[in-house]
């Protein structure tokens, strides 16, 4: 395409989406579950057609030497797609809130003045690398009432092609608009830079991808923008803890999947439990091969451990020619803030729950954080003083999804404070405004 061309097709989109937004406003609650449940039955019905396309983007993904993560981050599995499936139903059984009124009240004057939940009415979604995004945003958009235009990574064009193709018959069989929800058929990256400045069609632009990305769209979009720019999520041990749990824990908050934005990055431990907790967690994690960027007090416990203790431990858990060695490093002040994205965590000793919430408000994104710990005191400080869009207690911070929170699915997550913060589902798509029933009164 030519400039000229991609600017009449984003108008083109925009002009579509914003017709459709207008039926999707007042389409009944019956019909967009409709949609919602066909679209699950449509996508367990195309499984091995939808893996045919997916193999597609993985093969020119591993061609162009894509990173091990990102390349985990396109595989549409049936695993994956089953999950999508019960998101549709998911938020199909829910209930609608578009046009429910909250805090209605009658003012002094005699009129009621009240809030009704709307359609936000079009957004634009900007995503890298997860096909099944394409998936979480058609639905939500579908549940919510709004039109969508979806603008997938070209490492993933076969696979968005191919779902978008399922979403839009379900739309279709079911009496809605097909333009509700439009993918971008062009690779060209001109046409990001168009939507994110088409405020005369587009009322929001969400980003899910890298920290560049994100950057940029932050940096030039006209429209306003619902973000998270990265997932330092933090896991603090705490004294009194239990520890068997707490292994568990931290083990499946770092390794259960590397690439996603909700695994932990750092891992706190209180000074009062660190010699019983580090051998055990580090035993695991160098038997799954993870890189750990040690505090020079963490590096003294673990060095010591490695030296000691661990080669008896290593030796019983595998044949000598394959032994994992215990990979230990000293951190460096980056290491605090970063999003590894991959088999490496940052570890590091402190006072208490006071530093290790001092630590997390300065290093970390805002994202997910949590403690695991026996004292409710603790936990109650941690709930409130934390910073973030989602703080947990005794639990992993990969739990930090819209699925797993029952939203149905996500749109992505904000650490943003404005609108909408967490897992963005239906209500983080909806906007307030007021509504005033009167009868006849008059202002004096």
């Known amino acids: 395409m030519t400039d000229l061309n991609i600017t009449d097709y984003t108008n083109t989109l925009g ?118 995004v394409t998936i979480e945003a058609a639905s939500l958009s579908i549940k919510s009432a709004n039109a969508c235009i979806l603008r997938g990574g070209s490492e993933a064009i076969d696979s968005n092609k191919a779902l978008a193709k399922l979403v839009q018959q379900a739309l279709l069989t079911s009496g809605l608009p097909e333009n509700a929800v439009q993918l971008v058929q062009t690779t060209d990256r001109e046409v990001v830079g168009q939507l994110i400045t088409m405020p005369q069609f587009v009322d929001v632009i969400i980003p899910r991808g890298g920290k560049g990305l994100i950057e940029r769209i932050s940096r030039d979009a006209k429209v306003p923008v619902i973000k998270h720019l990265d997932g330092n999520c933090h896991t603090y041990v705490d004294d009194p803890c239990d520890i068997a749990q707490a292994v568990k824990v931290a083990d499946n908050a770092k390794t259960n999947k590397y690439s996603p934005c909700n695994a932990t990055e750092s891992l706190l431990v209180a000074r009062g439990v660190a010699a019983e907790f580090l051998p055990q967690i580090a035993s695991i994690y160098a038997a799954k091969g993870v890189e750990m960027r040690c505090c020079p007090e963490a590096l003294v416990v673990l060095q010591s451990y490695k030296e000691n203790q661990a080669p008896a431990l290593m030796d019983k858990a595998q044949d000598a020619t394959n032994r994992i060695a215990f990979n230990l490093l000293p951190a460096v002040e980056a290491d605090w803030y970063e999003e590894y994205l991959a088999p490496i965590i940052s570890i590091k000793i402190v006072d208490g729950v006071a530093a290790a919430i001092a630590h997390i408000n300065q290093y970390s994104s805002h994202h997910t954080d949590a403690i695991l710990t026996r004292d409710h005191v603790h936990a109650q400080q941690f709930l409130r003083e934390v910073d973030s869009a989602s703080v947990m207690v005794n639990t992993s911070t990969r739990f930090a999804d819209g699925f797993e929170y029952g939203l149905g699915a996500e749109i992505g997550i904000s650490t943003d404070k404005f609108h909408a913060r967490g897992p963005v589902g239906i209500e983080g798509l909806t906007s307030l405004k007021y509504v005033v029933l009167g009868q006849g009164e008059l202002r004096a």
């Open 15 to 132: 002009l579509q989406a914003k017709q459709a937004s207008a039926l999707m406003a007042k389409a009944p609650a019956a019909i967009k579950n409709k949609a919602l449940r066909k679209l699950a039955e449509l996508l367990r019905a195309n499984v091995d057609v939808l893996q045919i396309d997916n193999a597609k983007d993985i093969q020119r993904a591993l061609a162009a030497g894509l990173a091990a993560p990102m390349v985990d981050r396109l595989k549409l599995t049936p695993k994956v797609i089953e999950t999508c499936a019960q998101g549709c139903e998911q938020l199909a059984a829910m209930a609608d809130v578009i046009g429910e009124v909250i805090g209605m009240k009658e003012q002094p004057s005699g009129i009621r003045v009240g809030q009704m939940r709307v359609p936000i009415g079009v957004f634009g979604m900007i995503f890298e690398s997860r096909p099944n």
